[in-house]
């Protein structure tokens, strides 16, 4: 398996811009999760999948965040208008439970974004 | 609050052995796991514990106090590959992972 792919792999963006990151899980995963690291803050989860659902978007910031999986094999996470401290790498990751117990979730690359 | 310790970084030598550590309180225990994670890469999975005790995987082993709400993971015959970030995360009661901040390992020759 070409294990959790993510792209772009850096995006360098204008402040007020649109940014939409991307993912495609491993297939037969479940759960699909989406977070956020930061020196400041460490890894943070914005949101978490199963079955293509969204579960728990607890830890998405505000209403510029938004994300979406419209298929077992894919997802986006947008940010509409984009902000300077919204520059971070956000990682995907997917699992075939929620616990994880087996193997962990499998993280995709990451996307380094950086909002000017 | 939740919380999880660990220390910030950490220096060691090249084929020493080299134990960090990590402290926790959580709402709940569902299990450890401790991540490996090399500048500018993702996290990867290293260990799993759930049950008191030490697990051992090849050069790695993690250890797990629950009654203690302590965890250490072990590194032996250490290489310069190993120098990373190592990441303890604890899965509470509500099945929501809690990081650590990590701990920046630095192997020196």
């Known amino acids: 398996d070409a294990g959790v792919i993510q792209s772009p792999r850096h995006e360098v963006t204008e402040m007020g811009q649109e940014v939409t990151l991307r993912c495609k899980p491993i297939?037969?995963?479940?759960?699909l999760f989406w977070y956020r690291q930061t020196m400041m803050r460490g890894l943070e989860l914005l949101i978490y999948?199963?079955?293509?659902?969204?579960?728990?978007d607890s830890g998405m910031p505000e209403d510029r965040f938004s994300a979406k999986m419209p298929n077992a094999s894919f997802s986006t996470l947008k940010i509409q208008p984009s902000e300077p401290r919204d520059s971070a790498v956000y990682f995907c990751?997917?699992?075939?439970?929620?616990?994880?117990?087996?193997?962990?979730?499998?993280f995709g690359s990451g996307t380094r974004l950086t909002v000017v | 609050g939740q919380n999880i310790d660990q220390p910030t970084e950490m220096t060691a030598t090249e084929g020493a052995i080299v134990q960090i550590n990590c402290t926790y309180q959580?709402?709940?225990?569902?299990?450890l796991f401790w991540y490996q994670q090399h500048a500018g890469e993702a996290p990867t999975f290293l260990s799993y514990?759930?049950l008191d005790g030490l697990e051992e995987k090849g050069r790695f082993s993690s250890f797990l106090s629950r009654s203690k709400g302590y965890s250490y993971l072990l590194l032996k015959e250490l290489q310069m590959k190993d120098s990373a970030s190592y990441l303890c995360?604890?899965?509470?009661?509500?099945?929501?992972?809690?990081w650590g901040a990590g701990t920046k390992l630095i192997i020196k020759p």
């Open positions: 990751a997917s699992s075939l439970s929620l616990l994880g117990a087996s193997g962990g979730y499998t």
């Open positions: 297939s037969g995963h479940d759960y």
């Open positions: 999948f199963n079955n293509n659902v969204p579960i728990d």
């Open positions: 959580t709402s709940g225990f569902n299990g």
């Open positions: 514990n759930v």
């Open positions: 995360a604890v899965m509470d009661s509500n099945y929501q992972l809690i």
